[in-house]
């Protein structure tokens, strides 16, 4: 569900819910492939969460 809600805030450019829908989607995949121990996927989903982080964070700092 995260999912599609993140691909429609997206296509309708939502800003900034894109970010705060996709975070817990990263998170949920970095769980899922520590699980499954599928290395390159957990730090994709580590990097991008970091992205999304720092874009909320700046997005609450300039608003």
Do not use: V
Not at 6 to 28: E, G, K, V
Not at 48 to 54: D, K, N, T
């Amino acid at each position: 569900m995260l999912g599609i809600l993140s691909t429609i805030a997206i296509i309708q450019d939502w800003y900034p819910l894109t970010m705060f829908i996709s975070l817990p989607f990263c998170l949920i995949w970095i769980y899922c492939a520590w699980l499954h121990t599928e290395r390159q996927l957990k730090y994709i989903n580590i990097i991008f969460s970091l992205l999304y982080i720092y874009g909320i964070i700046r997005y609450f700092i300039n608003s």
